[in-house]
């Protein structure tokens, strides 16, 4: 087989949906396994809903999840001219025919259908008529008798009767293309080869496949693949938490969670749930990809991102996390976080909950969380006031093994389980009652800073 030729085209009328990403990564996949080329083409025909900010945002989500593109992106909006010169050569081959019947006639026509109860299509009013005005369509002249078969990568064979199709509409009255037309003109021109996408343009391949037919160009092959519901069984929106790309990268999903979880979604090998980009170069094929629609498990996205983050390597894990921080830190405070950063990827599931577990490590906390005041009772305040005595023993350069067992010693002495004590000293430390070992964050922040964090949760509770 020759190298594959694939395209991700997006339209930029909306963010990102990523259901989009997933085709994407499909495409991106296939192109890599096969040796072939994966090609981007911005699909901005509609001029009115398309904004540069989204077009903008496909370029950084896919550099994000480094699905490299080959070849300079095309911008479909560019090939207008194209596309009209196939509509002008399609009627001037018999292939397609101008059309002047009206807008309101048409609605007229279609209304009159619903009330009927019955299915419209285009009457063929004009087709054999020789239109000469200025308000024309140019139609496709669909072939009207036989069947067409679509032999689908992933939704298997599928075949229509070819007198369900109308002469749909390739270029509007302003001289725009639809979408049909330019789709299947900038294919052909780009030398695609398999067309990978959602399956809600399943039908739209019959009519596009038409259009190849007319120009006499060679059929690309077809895979569909399901869309992506939510756990309700609506596709997957909004309404659902995130729907969009960029949202699961703001929440602190890492590249590799959500390449992992679309391929996992809808794709599979065996049993195997860790797939990391090697190995998914290495095993994807399309013959795998499932027909049953891939309901988004939000539970599940999360346990994978918890184990990419354990999986990634303290620097890198800084650096990726430094934007959500919620302030700018210098080098030593940098230091700091990296020194705590084991004690921080063993509990974070998302990079937004490491970099805020991070700022024990540079700051008081800003706030104490309600169970916090659990430990701020008579008794808690004593075992605080004993702990900030033993603070003032420890030395600068003690381990966290040492500090341990200075506390040991401590709960010993107050016959107070070690747990009660650690317990308050995470809530004054940390303003919360989860975070890494407390020995190690004093360890790391020293004991003059957490003498001070102590001395304020005591004296916001007890004045
Ligand atoms: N622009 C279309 C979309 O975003 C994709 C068209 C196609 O892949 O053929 O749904």
Redesign the pocket.
């Known amino acids: 087989m020759l190298p594959p030729r694939v395209r991700f085209?997006?339209?930029p009328t909306g963010v990102l949906h990523i259901g989009?990403v997933r085709t994407a990564l499909f495409n991106w996949l296939y192109a890599r396994h096969n040796g072939g080329k994966f090609l981007l083409r911005i699909?901005d025909t509609d001029r009115v809903r398309s904004t540069d900010q989204n077009t903008r945002l496909i370029f950084e989500i896919l550099e994000w999840l480094k699905l490299d593109w080959d070849e300079e992106p095309v911008i479909q909006s560019s090939r207008f001219e194209r596309h009209r010169e196939i509509a002008e050569s399609m009627v001037a081959s018999g292939m397609a025919y101008r059309c002047r019947c009206s807008p309101d006639e048409l609605a007229a026509k279609k209304a009159e259908a619903v009330t009927n109860g019955k299915s419209y299509k285009y009457d063929g009013t004009c087709r054999d008529e020789a239109v000469d005005c200025d308000q024309s369509v140019i139609r496709l002249r669909a072939g009207q008798t036989g069947t067409m078969t679509v032999a689908d990568l992933v939704q298997g064979s599928v075949t229509i009767e070819r007198s369900q199709l109308d002469d749909f509409v390739l270029l509007r009255s302003d001289g725009a293309p639809t979408y049909m037309l330019s789709?299947v003109v900038d294919d052909h021109d780009m030398g695609i080869t398999h067309?990978i996408?959602?399956d809600d343009?399943l039908t739209n391949t019959f009519k596009q496949i038409q259009i190849y037919e007319a120009c006499g160009w060679a059929v690309p092959s077809f895979a569909h693949i399901p869309l992506i519901y939510g756990p309700d069984g609506a596709k997957l929106s909004k309404r659902h938490g995130a729907a969009s790309a960029v949202d699961y990268r703001d929440l602190g999903y890492l590249p590799e969670t959500i390449s992992n979880y679309l391929l996992r979604l809808g794709w599979s090998h065996g049993d195997d749930e860790i797939i990391p980009r090697d190995l998914a170069v290495e095993w994807f094929d399309l013959k795998n990809v499932g027909r049953s629609p891939s309901r988004f498990d939000m539970k599940k996205l999360q346990n994978l991102n918890a184990h990419y983050i354990r999986n990634r390597d303290n620097s890198s894990l800084m650096n990726y996390m430094l934007p959500f921080l919620n302030r700018d830190v210098d080098d030593s405070e940098k230091a700091k976080i990296l020194r705590g950063m084991n004690g921080l990827k063993d509990r974070a599931k998302t990079v937004v909950d490491l970099a805020e577990s991070a700022m024990t490590y540079v700051e008081p906390p800003s706030r104490y969380d309600s169970a916090c005041s659990k430990y701020a009772t008579e008794a808690h305040i004593c075992i605080l006031r004993d702990v900030i005595g033993v603070l003032s023993d420890v030395g600068i350069s003690e381990t966290e093994e040492q500090i341990s067992q200075r506390f040991k010693d401590l709960s010993k002495k107050l016959e107070v389980k070690l747990v009660e004590v650690a317990q308050a000293m995470r809530a004054a430390l940390c303003g919360k009652l989860v975070s890494p070992s407390v020995f190690q964050i004093i360890e790391i922040i020293g004991p003059k800073d957490a003498i001070d964090r102590i001395s304020a949760f005591i004296q916001r509770f007890v004045g």
């Open positions: 085209a997006p339209s989009s699909e789709v067309v996408r959602g343009h």
